[in-house]
């Protein structure tokens, strides 16, 4: 199983990046995909949600209205498209896949930073 997040880097205050989260090694359409994110010294915060069937989308107060998430199924990869970013957004930004069936299971990547400054 693997999740591998790219996109990541230094944007300016205002300025947009998109995130992307490759998957592999499991069925990526039954899973609904999260994006969290993790700034140094504070807990890690959920960002945004999307459905298996890419049908419901859930954001974080945060975010909503700046960031928009989207997926592919037959690509297997997640995106966060972020919009009007603040410093407050700095963080290293992990995809997530989870699914609640018989069990519960949760596959994580390693995370991209991403920092806002100028």
């Known amino acids: 199983v693997q999740l591998v997040e790219s996109g990541g880097g230094l944007v300016q205050p205002g300025g947009s990046l998109t995130l992307s989260c490759a998957a592999s090694?499991?069925?990526?359409?039954?899973?609904?995909m999260n994006w969290y994110r993790q700034a140094p010294g504070k807990e890690r915060e959920w960002v945004a949600r999307?459905?298996?069937?890419?049908?419901?989308?859930n954001y974080a107060d945060s975010v909503k209205g700046r960031f928009t998430i989207s997926r592919d199924n037959a690509k297997n990869t997640v995106y966060l498209q972020m919009d009007k970013m603040k410093a407050e957004d700095t963080a290293v930004y992990l995809c997530?896949?989870?699914?609640?069936?018989?069990?519960?299971?949760?596959?994580w990547g390693q995370g991209t930073q991403v920092t806002v400054s100028s």
């Open positions: 090694g499991f069925t990526f359409s039954f899973f609904n």
């Open positions: 997530n896949a989870h699914r609640v069936a018989l069990l519960t299971v949760n596959y």
């Open positions: 999307i459905s298996s069937a890419g049908d419901t989308l």
